[in-house]
């Protein structure tokens, strides 16, 4: 029996550990319903050893016995106290190592020793070497370090044929790179890696929190630094809030008894719309952009040589991101496979190549289709009342659940009437409608009234829509059935109908093999029969021999040859008319 080998993704923020299983790719639950290892070490008042959530946990209450962001400091000559011990970065990045080793073992049920271990494209030899070393504290053989971008690709792209570039941008907690790797069958290279690594989700987190604390001053007057355990929940409702922006409209951020002042409790009740919130973080959006340009001059590409945009890391769950992603680079960037565990995965497939396992594939449960609503807007410069709005992107991961805010077009609307479609085109009306309904009795008010509309699919496929006026909370819904398989029979229908209609009238022939082709070399014959009138002898000579061959091979099977007398015909007819 061949010796499991592990892939982990050794994170600043989060670490997880993963493995190929028969042909797949499992990433090992490190708790109930968690994959994720929270990157931090403490020790308890007894020097009791605690790696992850619980060590994370007692950082704000015991920050002298606790070790967080510990691979920033990997590499480094130094020795750090912690809980009155002194410890190199190997050593409390083994703690960590060993605990994933430990997880791993318990799942498998039998001893694992070997790993492959994933770092940033930018780590030094030496920090390479560190890794490397604690891995070995933790009694793994570190039989590989693999670039984390490296990883990314190769959980998307393992097995796929043919060379291709990639991007991969990596948005975590606290870190931001942008890599452009070449893949050619399982060979990845890192072309060039550009980032900041001080950018990341914390960053966005702590604009809501400045927003939230100016608030704070200005309603209720509150003065001077917040008190510690304020500042915290703060922070987490901050969290909380960028979160829920990622798929919703609006976001209420509520604390109540926040704090006290001048003896009065101060309650925290604020909205933040994402509009107000990708306004905030658009400078740091920007900033990565343009990192993602300088990694491209840097692998000496343009944007146009790019085949795929990969996401990677928490935060890219930002929709903002895809989109000016998308604006930048022209290619609808790729975030199928979880961002916080895919560079775990790649690390997996990695060791699955060396263990010498045909190359796994992730598989994902994914939306084929993109499904969306209508709403007035602009189409191609002109106001347009059917633009299709997508809510729910294909290829995104199901079960999913994304809402928008739209507004009523004039004052005293009391009705909207909302339609559901599937399909990919800008023109509502050229996707697929699969269902409809109207919300009905709005409010008296102004245009601009919003209403919030909201697309869940779940896993079987059941589509449920809903809109809600936001200011009363009335609410309109329909459920679709099966919102996948019907689009599959409606686009079987216009598939049909678009091949019967190449058929001639009366022509219920389903033995031709090409009807299009068919049915234009017919129409060419009819030309030059047309052109004889008038030809010259010599042009007549040549137009009938051209109609003899190309009757000939029109009562023959031979699509090629057919395809040749069409095209020694067009040519003739193309001199003929010029
Ligand atoms: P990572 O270091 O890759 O685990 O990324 C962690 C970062 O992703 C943190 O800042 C999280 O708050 C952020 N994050 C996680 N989920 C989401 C989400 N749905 N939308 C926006 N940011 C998220």
Redesign the pocket.
């Known amino acids: 029996m061949s010796e499991i080998i592990v892939g982990i993704d050794l994170?600043?923020?989060?670490s997880e550990v993963a493995m190929v299983r028969g042909g797949r790719v499992d990433v090992i639950p490190v708790g109930i319903d968690t994959f994720?290892l929270p990157s931090v070490v403490g020790f308890t008042e007894d020097g009791t050893l605690l790696v992850g959530e619980p060590a994370k946990n007692q950082h704000a209450l015991h920050p002298e016995r606790t070790v967080r962001s510990i691979k920033r400091r990997m590499g480094e000559d130094v020795r750090l106290t912690v809980g009155g011990h002194e410890y190199t970065p190997q050593e409390i990045s083994s703690m960590i190592l060993r605990q994933l080793k430990g997880i791993a073992e318990r799942e498998l049920g039998e001893s694992v020793s070997k790993a492959v271990i994933t770092v940033p494209a930018f780590f030094s030899d030496a920090q390479r070497q560190a890794t490397r070393e604690a891995g070995a504290i933790a009694g793994l053989d570190v039989v590989r370090i693999i670039n984390e971008p490296t990883a990314a690709a190769l959980a998307y792209e393992s097995g796929r044929e043919g060379a291709h570039k990639v991007l991969v941008y990596?948005?975590?907690?606290?870190?931001f790179d942008v890599s452009v790797v070449n893949l050619e069958k399982d060979v990845v290279e890192v072309l060039s890696s550009h980032g900041n690594n001080h950018l990341?989700?914390?960053d966005?987190?702590a604009k809501i929190v400045e927003h939230v604390v100016a608030h704070l001053r200005e309603a209720s007057g509150v003065e001077g630094e917040l008190a510690p355990a304020a500042q915290a929940r703060i922070r987490r409702a901050a969290?909380a809030a960028?979160?829920h922006?990622?798929?919703a409209p609006y976001a209420t951020i509520m604390e109540e008894y926040l704090l006290e002042h001048r003896g009065e409790p101060v309650h925290l009740n604020l909205e933040l719309s994402r509009d107000d919130y990708e306004a905030m973080i658009e400078p740091y959006i920007a900033e990565t952009l343009e990192a993602a340009h300088t990694a491209l001059e840097g692998a000496g590409l343009t944007v146009s040589d790019l085949d795929e945009v990969l996401l990677?890391?928490?935060?890219?769950?930002?929709p903002l991101v895809a989109r000016r992603l998308e604006e930048e680079l022209g290619l609808q960037p790729r975030g199928e496979v979880d961002?916080?565990l895919c560079v775990a995965m790649g690390a997996a497939i990695q060791a699955g190549i060396i263990a010498g396992m045909e190359t796994p594939t992730v598989l994902v449960d994914v939306t084929p289709y993109t499904f969306g609503t209508s709403a007035l807007g602009f189409l191609e410069g002109m106001e347009y009342p059917y633009c299709y709005v997508p809510l729910i992107r294909k290829n995104t991961p199901i079960p999913v659940s994304k809402s928008e805010v739209f507004y009523t077009t004039h004052d005293g609307q009391q009705r909207v009437d909302v339609t559901v479609h599937q399909g990919e085109d800008p023109d509502a009306l050229n996707n697929i409608e699969i269902g409809r309904f109207s919300i009905e009795g709005l409010r008296d008010a102004p245009r601009g009234n919003p209403i919030v509309t909201t697309f869940s699919l779940d896993l079987n496929g059941i589509l449920h829509v809903s809109s809600k006026e936001k200011a009363t909370g009335l609410e309109y819904s329909v459920t679709i059935d099966n919102a996948i398989a019907r689009f599959e029979e409606a686009e079987m229908e216009t598939a049909r109908q678009r091949v019967e209609a190449l058929f001639a009238p009366g022509d219920d022939s389903a033995a031709t093999a090409a009807p299009r082709q068919r049915v234009e070399a017919k129409a060419l014959v009819e030309k030059a029969e047309r052109l004889l009138e008038g030809a010259s002898p010599d042009d007549r000579e040549d137009l009938v021999d051209r109609i003899e061959a190309l009757n000939d091979a029109l009562a023959g099977d031979d699509d090629g040859a057919l395809g040749e007398a069409m095209d020694a015909m067009a040519d003739l007819i193309y001199y003929l008319e010029s």
């Open positions: 994170g600043t923020t989060n994720i990596d948005l975590g907690g606290g870190t990341g989700g914390d966005f987190d969290e960028k979160i922006l990622s798929d990677v890391g928490g935060a890219t769950r930002t961002p916080d």
